[in-house]
Structure formats: structure tokens, C-alpha cells
């Protein structure tokens, strides 16, 4: 089993940066893929970015890249997630997940085969 907690949310305006953190704790070195998903209000679960722990190798959504970086520090067992060049429409619930099974970029879409959750942390960004 992987717990997973965020931290790190907030309120920014539009052009600022904020930082996410992923603590995982349990057995985090069953998690083969590790990554970033986000859900505005009505809208479905998102993937943002994914990372394969060991080496670090990430994969980005489309609307994320050059503005987001995922990093990990895999001693201390944490996720990280760092925004620039906020806009509004990445106001969102950012959630931290994790999974057995290695990346691969397709699974960017699909958080239901994702096993591992964290509670989540609001990012709004204001125009």
C-alpha cells in the first residue's frame, strides 16, 4: 500500500507560480508511474503530468508543458510539482496519485488505473 499526502495549494494570480508536494509514505517503491492529475468543478479527472520514479523520466499533458515540472525525490519519498505561468483555467483540485503498473503516456487519461490517492489540494488562479 502507498498513502500519498499533498501540500503546497493556495490562491495565485494569473502569471504567478506555486508549488505542490507529495509525501508517500507505506511502500512507495511498489509505485512504478507517479504522477499529477487535477478536476475542476463539473469537469472529469485530469492527468498533468506523470513520472516514472526511478529514473525520473516525465511525461506532460499538452496543456501543461514548458509551464509545469514534475521532479521527484525518491530518498525522502517526494512528489513534486512546479507551476509557472499560472492561468486561470488551471484552477483545479490537483490530486497525487500513484500506481503499480509503469507510465505510459495514454495513462494521462485514464486515473481510474491509477490505484494510489492523495486527498488533494485546491489551486485557484485569478485572472
Known amino acids: 500500500q502507498v498513502q500519498l499526502v499533498e501540500s503546497g495549494g493556495g490562491s495565485v494570480q494569473a502569471g504567478g507560480s506555486l508549488r505542490l508536494s507529495c509525501r508517500a509514505s507505506?511502500?512507495?517503491?511498489?509505485?512504478?508511474?507517479m504522477g499529477w492529475f487535477r478536476q475542476a468543478s463539473n469537469e472529469r479527472r485530469e492527468g498533468v503530468a506523470l513520472l516514472w520514479p526511478d529514473s525520473g523520466v516525465p511525461i506532460y499533458d499538452a496543456s501543461v508543458k514548458g509551464r509545469f515540472t514534475i521532479s521527484i525525490d525518491r530518498p525522502e519519498n517526494m512528489l513534486y510539482l512546479q507551476m509557472d505561468s499560472l492561468k486561470p483555467e488551471d484552477t483545479a483540485r490537483y490530486y497525487c496519485a500513484a500506481r503499480r503498473s509503469t507510465c505510459v503516456e495514454p495513462a494521462l487519461k485514464y486515473a481510474q488505473n491509477f490505484e494510489y490517492w492523495g486527498q488533494g489540494a485546491q489551486v485557484t488562479v485569478t485572472s
Open positions: 507505506g511502500n512507495p517503491k511498489i509505485a512504478n508511474c
